[in-house]
């Protein structure tokens, strides 16, 4: 039996009638930027994440970027970040003309370590990024608490954890801002690219307003140095139809962990995602440590298992960050997770025997 990493051909077909007539209504109405189905989604998707506002912009990245320069990092100014996590969460730093500053994470949540995040505070500092990593909630209590302190703000990368929850609140609540990617792969995904800031502070929100229409406000009036960055309408149809379903995905994502979490345990040098009490998963990647990576994934695609590395190597020792000189050891909990971590196939569709057949060639690539 082969299994995709991903496949989202029953997705697909749960939304096929709705965003067919969603696309009929646009291709008539003509309001491809900033229309009716963009404004619905930003509304509908902050009211899910428990927030009160929504901008919807071209992409995760974007979202990262624009929060920073909503809340006015300037150059200079100093954000941190964890090394392990996709690279855009540093990039939107260095577009901003700030500095990241890379910190380690924990090792049973692989999330940034709140005590790492503390001392690594300087005067400099004006935010952290915590990413909820492959789905679940950062510490957010810790988080927020040193920040305040501190003068800091939080910015949540939420690109992997649409839906997830910490102390019962939604994440997208959690911090002063918070970043949504709909890269097709997330758990609520477009047809292309496409990310949302979310927010409760108006401030914040005006501000994301304005950057990501050229700094305007009303037609003429330039009142900052914008860009161009808009969730297209067509994107926002099919969003809207798969956001009535992201509970019942959520719950299938999890159903599926807790199959393989079972079927995992007997299986030695394997460590399967543990789910701290005080919060949920999402699950949007099941990742697992294995001994022997490379030899492991390599007998995996031989069984005809999708399978991919997130994250290979931490952001400290990536090419692109080799200015600000780290070397390997630099971050020893982050760089052995990066050595042995893997994902498995993960949708909410994915059936029992397809969850049993990764089991059991994972099963054949240990021996
Ligand atoms: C996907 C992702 C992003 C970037 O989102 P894009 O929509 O691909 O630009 C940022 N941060 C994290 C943690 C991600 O997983």
């Known amino acids: 039996m082969s299994i995709p990493f991903i496949d989202f051909k029953e997705q697909n077909r749960l939304i096929a009638d709705e965003v067919d007539s969603g696309f009929k209504k646009v291709f008539e109405k003509g309001d491809y930027i900033l229309g009716e189905q963009a404004r619905l989604f930003e509304g509908a998707f902050a009211q899910y994440c428990e ?34 996590t996709f690279i855009a969460t540093a990039l939107c730093v260095s577009f901003a003309q700030a500095k990241p500053v890379f910190v380690d994470i924990e090792k049973d949540t692989y999330n940034i370590d709140p005590q790492s995040f503390r001392k690594a505070i300087t005067k400099k500092t004006k935010a952290v990024i915590p990413v909820h990593i492959y789905g679940q909630p950062a510490n957010m209590d810790e988080i927020v608490s040193i920040a305040r302190q501190h003068g800091i703000k939080v910015v949540e990368d939420a690109a992997q954890a649409h839906g997830s929850r910490f102390k019962g609140k939604r994440v997208g609540s959690l911090g002063d801002v918070a970043c949504f990617s709909f890269y097709p792969t997330k758990s609520l995904g477009a047809c292309g690219d496409a990310g949302m800031i979310v927010t409760s502070d108006k401030d914040i929100y005006e501000r994301a307003l304005m950057l990501r229409d050229y700094g305007r406000r009303g037609r003429y009036e330039h009142k900052i140095k914008g860009t161009n960055s808009r969730l297209d309408t067509i994107q926002a149809v099919i969003l809207n139809a798969k956001l009535k379903h992201l509970d019942q995905w959520n719950k299938m ?61 931490g952001l400290h020792l990536q090419e692109a960050y080799a200015e600000l000189g780290h070397k390997k050891g630099d971050f020893p ?35």
């Open 51 to 84: 927030a009160r506002f929504g901008v919807g912009v071209n992409s995760g990245t974007d979202a990262l970027h624009l929060a920073l320069l909503a809340l006015e990092i300037e150059p200079g100014d100093e954000v941190i970040v964890p090394t392990h």
């Open 333 to 367: 909990v982050a760089e052995d997770v990066a050595d042995r971590v893997m994902s498995l196939p993960m949708f909410p569709h994915m059936a029992r025997e397809q969850i049993k057949a990764v089991a059991a060639a994972l099963t054949k690539a240990l021996t």
């Open 253 to 313: 994502r999890a159903d599926n962990a807790a199959i393989y979490a079972q079927l995992l345990k007997p299986l030695k040098g394997v460590v399967t995602p543990i789910t701290r009490p005080d919060r949920t998963h999402v699950f949007q990647t099941y990742a697992v440590l294995v001994p022997n990576r490379d030899k492991v994934m390599e007998a995996m695609k031989a069984a005809g298992v999708g399978v991919l590395i997130h994250y290979p190597i």
